[in-house]
């Protein structure tokens, strides 16, 4: 009886060990799985400063490319996909203090191939009370250039003022 006993707490033993180890490999079992994607660069943007130098007071100035090499190919911008869109966004709505216009003409320098739009059109037109421009549709992929023209009228100040004005260009695809 003490031989059954033992085999019989033996048995029991190795059946609990097999239970056991397989509970373990059931709760430790674990998986995993990828989810890999590139993130594609739509447009590169490459913009140029410019300095004007100096207006008098109650002076109005035009400025082109002839005359301000860096307003010429002053935005640049390789698409490698039709249809995105280009936006202007400028501080010009803070300048009305020391200007009574400002407007920064926007024009199509160079366009690629196939494109509804030509050079030497007009892409928008940013200007004291119009700051930001609506969305500008690059059509065709492609090397999008564009030249800047400038008007500016001063008003009158009391003592010489230093002024900046910042375009942000972004461009996002649909």
Known sequence: ME???G???NILLIVT??????V??????????AADQNVQNI????LKDFALGNIEEGQTLTY??????????????????????LHLSSNLASQDASYTTYDIVV?????PVGSTHAAGDTATTLTLSQPDSAAINLDVSGSWVFDLELTTSARSVSVDTATT???TVTAEST
């Open 107 to 111: 024009k199509y320098a160079s366009v």
């Open 64 to 85: 082109t490319k002839s005359g301000v090499p860096s307003l010429g190919s002053a935005i640049t911008v390789p698409t490698t996909k039709a249809n995105v869109y």
């Open 17 to 22: 060990s097999i239970g056991i180890a397989g």
């Open 7 to 9: 085999s019989l707490l």
């Open 3 to 5: 031989y059954a006993r």
């Open 43 to 46: 447009a590169t943007i490459t």
């Open 165 to 167: 004005v910042t375009i």
């Open 24 to 33: 373990t490999a059931y709760v430790y079992q674990t998986g995993q799985m």
